[in-house]
Structures are given as structure tokens and as C-alpha cells.
């Protein structure tokens, strides 16, 4: 069973950046496909990003496109969220998951199995 925890948060002013950072520890990280999530102050938690096992493949929600970049390097067992261009509406605790997925190449925006405690970023305007 993987264990999953997140660093990097922190407090930004809009139109900066922040890197977070999950590590992996307890599992063969390269066996699990990745993403990254985040809970607005009281919503839902929300889809982020996610990548492959090998990291050739990744998807982001709408709202992140074009201004975050997710990424992982199997030999440190980490997964990265590069957050740029950062908005008050980014201010949320985020959350890295992992998911045994069907196939290498599988990317997903649910059902994800392993969870870390969150990193809280609080982008002021």
C-alpha cells in the first residue's frame, strides 16, 4: 500500500507560482498512475491533473490548462504540480491520489484509491 505526502504549499500573490510535491513511499510508485486534486473552501474536492504510470500521458481540468504542469520522476517516487500564473480562485487545500490503472497509459479524473493529507496554497490578491 502506497502512502502519499505533499509539501510545497504556501501563500503566493496572484500571478506567481508554486511547486507541490508528493512523495511516495510503500509501494512501487511506477506502478501507479497519478493526479492531483483540490478542495475549495466549503466545496466538493475537484479534479486537478492527472498522469500516466510512465508519465507520457496527462490531463488537466479546464480550469488549470494551460497554467499547471504535472509530472513525476519515478526514481525519486515523486509527482509534481507546477502551478503558474496563480489566481485567488487556486486558494485550496490539494491533494495528490494514486490508482492501479488498466493500462500504461491510462489517465484518470476518478476512482482513485490512495490518498495524502493535502497541502493548503492561498493565493491573495
Known amino acids: 500500500q502506497v502512502q502519499l505526502v505533499e509539501s510545497g504549499g504556501g501563500l503566493v500573490q496572484a500571478g506567481g507560482s508554486l511547486r507541490l510535491s508528493c512523495a511516495a513511499s510503500?509501494?512501487?510508485?511506477?506502478?501507479?498512475?497519478m493526479g492531483w486534486f483540490r478542495q475549495l473552501p466549503g466545496k466538493e474536492r475537484e479534479f486537478v491533473a492527472a498522469i500516466s504510470r510512465t508519465g507520457g500521458s496527462t490531463y488537466y481540468s479546464d480550469s488549470v490548462k494551460g497554467r499547471f504542469t504535472i509530472a513525476r520522476d519515478n526514481a525519486k517516487n515523486t509527482v509534481y504540480l507546477q502551478a503558474n500564473s496563480l489566481k485567488p480562485e487556486d486558494t485550496a487545500v490539494y491533494y495528490c491520489?494514486?490508482?492501479?490503472?488498466?493500462?500504461?497509459?491510462?489517465?484518470?479524473?476518478?476512482?482513485?484509491?490512495?490518498w495524502g493529507q493535502g497541502t493548503q496554497v492561498t493565493v491573495s490578491s
Open positions: 491520489a494514486a490508482k492501479v490503472p488498466s493500462r500504461l497509459t491510462d489517465v484518470y479524473t476518478q476512482g482513485y484509491e490512495y
Open positions: 510503500g509501494g512501487a510508485f511506477s506502478r501507479y498512475a
